[in-house]
Nanobody, 121 residues
Framework: QVLLTESGGGSVQPGESLTLSCVVS????????MAWFRQAPGKERERVAA????????RYSDSVRGRFTISRDNDKSTLFLQMNDLKPEDTAVYYC??????????????WGQGTQVTVSS
């Protein structure tokens, strides 16, 4: 059974930072691409960042590029999302997801339960 467990969400003020983590079990983490998605109330789910199996190919959405950094520690089976200069429009439930292949050119096949990020003054 593949499990993805996110942590690190919370409530912050605009301009502050948060780091999300996602620990994966039940699959050889180092062999698969990973991504962070988010979904705000009333909006479609959006992929904000993706990283290939070895961390050499990374892609960001326009809305977070330059503020968010995705990374992975294959020895610890953990995915990270460093979020800086947070804005109210970053408020959403954030999900980590794992792909069935080394690159993020297909759809993820497993998801975490999500962690809430709220940015408000």
């Amino acid at each position: 059974q593949v499990l993805l467990t996110e942590s690190g969400g919370g409530s912050v003020q605009p301009g502050e930072s948060l780091t999300l983590s996602c620990v994966v079990s039940g699959r050889a983490f180092r062999n698969y691409a990973m991504a962070w998605f988010r979904q705000a109330p009333g909006k479609e789910r959006e992929r904000v960042a993706a990283i290939n199996w070895i961390g050499r190919n990374i892609r960001y959405s326009d809305s977070v590029r330059g503020r968010f950094t995705i990374s992975r520690d294959n020895d610890k089976s953990t995915l990270f999302l460093q979020m800086n200069d947070l804005k109210p429009e970053d408020t959403a439930v954030y999900y980590c997801a794992i792909y069935p292949v080394v690159y993020f050119n297909e759809s993820p096949d497993h998801w975490g339960q999500g962690t809430q990020v709220t940015v408000s003054s």
